[in-house]
């Protein structure tokens, strides 16, 4: 198989990577200089000055419990997020026979409103259960 | 083979849509009729077992899911047994569950699923279907294992089962990567380029010896992943443990559809993308997986027995029982890859191995029937000891586990006789090939491990019949798991003395194999 002509790729083509590499190099240093000159010099404190204004301390033990409520819906995030990437791809073939995946693709959402239906009665996302 | 062919794939259509049903109605019934989702599974596969065994057997190949799901006579005849398994599964989960009194409606969807992979498994005709589809199949188990999780040992069953599965599973790429590298290829059957149905064993062949070698790399290395799943020696160490741990029916259910799983794939690959020798040619890779693969089944035949004799546990008896019939199951695929070297196309190790199964399932689901049934209350231990004297508290359960203890072991007029006959006659065929008299004595291990399984096997029907019973409490049999127990039993005896249509049944799923 003969690879084509697309991917192989010269070295002027990676200009534009170049120039998105300074862009956001030289955002970050633009702003950091410019909120140093005009910002006003409010008086710290340690919570302000933590990296987190809220949420965990980024500095402790790191045997703690969490609630496992945490990881349930981090979990189901991934999980429907996932299945939407596969809307990418399907999106990009859909010209190729459009009735066809049309009606897959309505298979598959249907299979996820059912998972999400699921979720819901189940009281997944319900935090005040007990 | 460029079609979507939707039809070929109804069974397993139904599956997903029975498991999402019993998904959705577990939301919606009152919690105790909740425990009656077990017959729903147990009716909804039973109408599926119908409809597969009145579909006659097909002739020719037919392809589906442009060339990633094939249906043959092969993957119909798995597909029976795996929805014989679950109805039997789903009738002892059942009244399992009722004891243990935690959520039917999961439990019982993910067993469906499980089987959805299964079948998936029996039709697989890419590299990348069949990963997805054995994943399939491990991930809903591997939640199954653990079920019982306020049970530290199920805990532990379920830990290692996913290390275990983890790392075969990445073993499995890693071989296919290597295949895919030489060939160029994922499909185990396509469309060439003169339109002819090519098999990527052909494309094997025809490959310079240097990429044979990383081929014949990928194979070992995707042989050894699929021998985690069906309990080989060396890679049978999670075996005792998840077989003692995870709850009775999922360890029938492991033992039974996650070990043929296993074996099909073994056979789809090497019927499908392991090279034929023409005879004359110079080509040691197929002679290389031979000697391996006796190497493998040979080790596996003595360990498994003779590890079984000194546990005091039935569960992990079964599981030690489990690897040694993993070994007479490698038998037939020595045979089938010593058929292969020799240039031969006879595939009786196939049908061997599919006779085995069939009878198999029927052996192993009584006994694991009759050990839910023992355990009363929500415990699951099954100390050898506890069954003593189980011939005067339950004579029915004593008898119906006998029979299954000795079909197991492989006593004459029983089902389990003829399987490790089949299997052992293909090996003395294929050691009548030249080069591969040695083969013989691989069977006289066979031969040998017989009378060392009856050994561990007899001492379990010992103590039910010779020792007093330690409790006199009276064992309950519930009416739908004795008939389904005494329902085995008289196929396990019908399939030893009437084996003819048996053996026609198995011996029909060669004419499509190797397409």
Known sequence: MTPCPAVIATVSEYVPVLVMLIFAVSFAGFSLVVSVLLGKKAPTNPVKDAAYECGMPPISDAHQRFSVKFYLVAILFVLFDIEVVFLYPWAVQFQAMPAFLFAEMLVFIGILFLGWWYVIRKGAVDWSTE | MDAMNLHLMLPEIYLVLLGLVILIADLYLAPEKRFNLGWWTAGGLSVLAVWLFATPTPETVEFAGFGLYRADGFALFMKKVFALTGIL??????????????????????????????????????????????????????????????????????????????????????????????TGEVRFTYMGADGQLVLLSQTVANLESGWQMTALFGFTVLLVGLGFKVAAVPFHVWVPDVYQGAPTPVTAFLS???????????????????????????????????????????????????????????????????????????????????????????????????????????????????????????????????????????????????????????????????????????????????????????????????????????CVVKRMYMLEPTSDEPIHLPPPAKIAMVACIVLVVVIGIFQGPFVQMATGVLATLGF
Not at chain 2, 146 to 169: F, N, P, Q, T, W
């Open chain 2, 89 to 182: 599964v789903a009738v002892m989960s059942t009244g399992y569950l009722k004891r243990y009194g935690r959520g039917p409606g999961e439990f019982f969807s993910l067993v469906i699923f499980a089987l959805t992979g299964m079948f998936m498994v029996a039709s697989v005709n890419d590299f990348m279907s069949l990963f997805v589809s054995l994943e399939l199949v491990t991930l809903c188990l591997f939640i199954l294992a653990a079920y019982r999780r306020h049970d530290k040992l199920s805990g532990e069953a379920g830990i290692k089962y996913i290390i275990v599965g983890a790392m075969a599973a990445g073993l499995m790429l890693f071989g296919m990567a290597f295949i895919y590298g030489a």
């Open chain 2, 256 to 458: 039974v559809g996650s070990k043929a799983a296993g074996f099909i794939l073994i056979i789809r690959v090497i019927t499908l993308v392991v090279p034929t020798i023409a005879p004359g040619a110079d080509l040691a890779l197929v002679d290389q997986l031979v000697k391996l693969f006796a190497l493998i089944a040979g080790l596996t035949l003595f360990y498994g027995n003779l590890a079984a004799i000194p546990q005091k546990n039935l569960k992990r008896l079964m599981g030690f029982s489990s690897i040694g019939h993993a070994g007479y199951l490698l038998l037939g695929i020595v045979a089938v890859l010593a058929m292969k070297a020799a240039g031969e196309e006879t595939m009786n190790g196939v049908s061997a191995i599919a006779f085995y199964l069939f009878a198999y399932v029927f052996t192993n689901m009584a006994m694991f029937i009759g050990m839910v049934i023992f355990t009363q209350g929500s415990e699951d231990s099954h100390a050898i000891d506890d069954y003593a004297g189980l011939g005067k508290r339950a004579p029915l359960l004593a008898l119906c586990m006998t029979i299954a203890l000795l079909s197991l072991a492989g006593v004459p007029p029983l089902a389990g006789f003829f399987g490790k006959f089949y299997l052992i006659s293909s090996i003395v065929e294929a050691a009548r090939l030249d080069g591969y008299g040695w083969l013989l004595v691989l069977a006289a291990a066979g031969a040998v491990n017989v009378v060392i399984s009856m050994y561990y096997y007899l």
